[in-house]
């Protein structure tokens, strides 16, 4: 073979090899593109059956909180984040709230939690007084405080509807905590690494604390995007 032939043959390797290299690299251009617009978000599937539940149960957005009734966090969410989330959004019927428990902050937060549970039982309303008031009475959080002798007296005196007596027996044997114990390993199972843990819609969120990201995803779910 001369060599004008192998020339020729060269450069039009060279030219198809050229092509495939501009060709590879658009395509991983454009999907890397593909990537960074329209991320896969996951969207977990919250089981929020027989849990409390505050707003219009047809809401179009559902908020999944996972918290410590001992964690100071977790007031601060209460405090500072859910009053807005109720005033916006909850009261005004877009938005259902749902409250689930994962409490692993001590013997005391199970105890918490089992009272909140039997409150809860009994009159399904007067779980959110509680929850307020829970959070309201709360102390440090290295110390051994969510007993029946200080919870039940607030119950007794914010929260008269409820038959404390029940409450109090209920408390004593102990009678939700398999219930409560099988929420925390739910709620390990979505592998949760802190609380106040919040999804909405079943999309995690990153700062619970920050009401301007809580703002956001609801209004994107409401615009249905």
Avoid at 28 to 46: A, C, M, T
Avoid at 87 to 99: H, R, T
Avoid at 161 to 170: G, L, P, Q, T
Wanted: overall charge positive.
């Amino acid at each position: 073979m001369s060599k004008k032939s192998r020339k020729k043959i060269d450069m039009q390797s060279l030219t198809f090899l050229t092509i495939l290299v501009i060709f590879i690299g658009l395509g991983g251009f454009v999907l890397f593109q593909s990537l960074q617009e329209d991320p896969k978000e996951e969207i977990v599937q919250i089981d929020i059956q027989d849990q409390p539940m505050i707003g219009k149960s047809n809401a179009p957005v559902t908020i999944v909180e996972f918290g410590d009734f001992k964690c100071p966090s977790c007031k601060k969410f209460h405090d500072l984040v859910y009053p807005l989330l109720k005033k916006e959004y909850i009261d005004k019927g877009k938005v259902k709230f749902v409250f689930r428990n994962f409490q692993f902050l001590g013997e005391d937060s199970i105890t918490a939690a089992m009272i909140g549970k039997s409150i809860y039982k009994q009159k399904p309303d007067a779980f959110w007084k509680y929850y307020d008031l829970i959070y309201q009475h709360q102390k440090d959080e290295n110390t051994v405080w969510a007993t029946p002798e200080f919870i039940l007296p607030l119950v007794k005196k914010n929260i008269p509807e409820v038959n404390i007596n029940k409450v109090n027996e209920e408390a004593k044997n102990q009678k939700y905590k398999q219930e409560i114990d099988k929420e925390n390993q739910y709620a390990r199972s979505l592998q949760l690494d802190g609380v106040p843990a919040v999804y909405i819609n079943g999309r995690v969120i990153e700062n619970p604390l920050d009401f301007r990201e809580l703002k956001n995803a609801i209004e994107k779910e409401l615009q249905g995007k």
